[in-house]
């Protein structure tokens, strides 16, 4: 029996309402008695697939087509990452395959006014409360900086761990102190998630409005909204702790605050916020797509699934 698959792909996934991660490295995944699973050296692991938003795979990694058919089947996504879940490869598609809020986005990115717009909301949505409407970018950035500077200094005092400033070059990983590691570990994990989150309504990652120019800009502007919450004082305490895998130990931290967090549903309900605030009615109709449309410059789309011959036309 092959696995169950979603009734209506046009619909929007229900992704907020899933477990957040799993990270999984030397080891093999392939389907079982039609779930998935992982085979290590440590044993079997089931992998649940109908309940999770993001499988990560790192190095040592196999995974077989049934697998990757299961998983795209139920909504889950999956990201090809290097060791400790620090760098991001590839990643698979999101499970909806309606196009609207991809639009709207590439809208918003392509006109000034509105791209302007967008990341003047971006930068509000982290400041709840001020009123930063007659601020410029410049100050924006300027503020933000402030506040992610004053997380910081609020962490290593909470923690007693010295803090000497953000440092993280790949190709000196071992290098870093431990809670800069760990905080690459715990970010890592946290654009993971919002990765996962954009992809599965459709959007793309690399069309930002505050970062441009990376395959993942829009990743990191929807993860900044919650690094001083979750994962800056998660990279903190797990180097407090003294762990000896201290990316270790920020990973497994980071699946349980954003769990607690109830993160998934925010990150979705922020996303559609962000990007519905500019549209008319017309355009914010959540109801589940037609096959889709065929552009025309004059009406509109018009209707698509159906062939627009003459009557007689070989």
Not at 169 to 185: G, I, M, T
Request: hydrophobic content about 40%; proline content about 4%.
């Amino acid at each position: 029996m092959e696995a169950d698959r979603p009734r209506n792909l046009q619909i929007l996934p229900q992704f907020g309402e899933g477990l957040s991660y799993l990270y999984i490295e030397h080891a093999r995944v392939d389907r079982r008695d039609q779930a998935v699973a992982a085979w290590s050296a440590d044993g079997i692991v089931p992998i649940p697939c109908a309940a999770l938003a993001a499988l990560l795979l790192g190095p040592g990694t196999s995974i077989t087509h049934l697998a990757v058919r299961t998983l795209a089947d139920h909504g889950c996504s999956i990201l090809w990452t290097g060791e400790d879940a620090v760098r991001f490869y590839a990643g698979g598609t999101g499970e909806t395959r309606q196009s609207r809020y991809l639009e709207r986005q590439a809208r918003l990115f392509s006109d000034p006014r509105s791209h302007l717009r967008t990341a003047r909301r971006l930068y509000a949505m982290r400041f709840t409360g001020e009123d930063t409407s007659r601020l410029s970018l410049a100050q924006l950035r300027g503020r933000e900086g402030a506040r992610v500077r004053r997380a910081y200094r609020q962490a290593s005092d909470a923690t007693g761990v010295a803090w000497s400033g953000r440092s993280y070059r790949q190709d000196e990983w071992a290098a870093s102190d431990p809670v800069n590691r760990a905080l690459s570990a715990a970010n890592a994990c946290l654009y993971g998630i919002c990765h996962a989150a954009i992809v599965s309504i459709g959007c793309s990652p690399g069309l930002g409005f505050i970062h441009v120019g990376k395959q993942l800009s829009f990743v990191y502007d929807i993860a900044d909204l919650y690094k001083a919450e979750l994962s800056i004082p998660i990279a903190f305490t797990a180097a407090a702790q003294g762990a000896l895998d201290v990316s270790r130990s920020a990973r497994h931290a980071a699946r349980e605050a954003f769990r607690e967090a109830n993160l998934l549903e925010r990150v979705v309900t922020d996303l559609r916020s962000l990007l519905d605030a500019d549209c008319g009615d017309d355009d914010c109709d959540t109801r589940a797509a037609s096959p889709g449309g065929l552009w025309d410059p004059g009406s509109g789309p018009v209707s698509g699934g159906q062939n627009y011959a003459e009557e007689g036309t070989q």
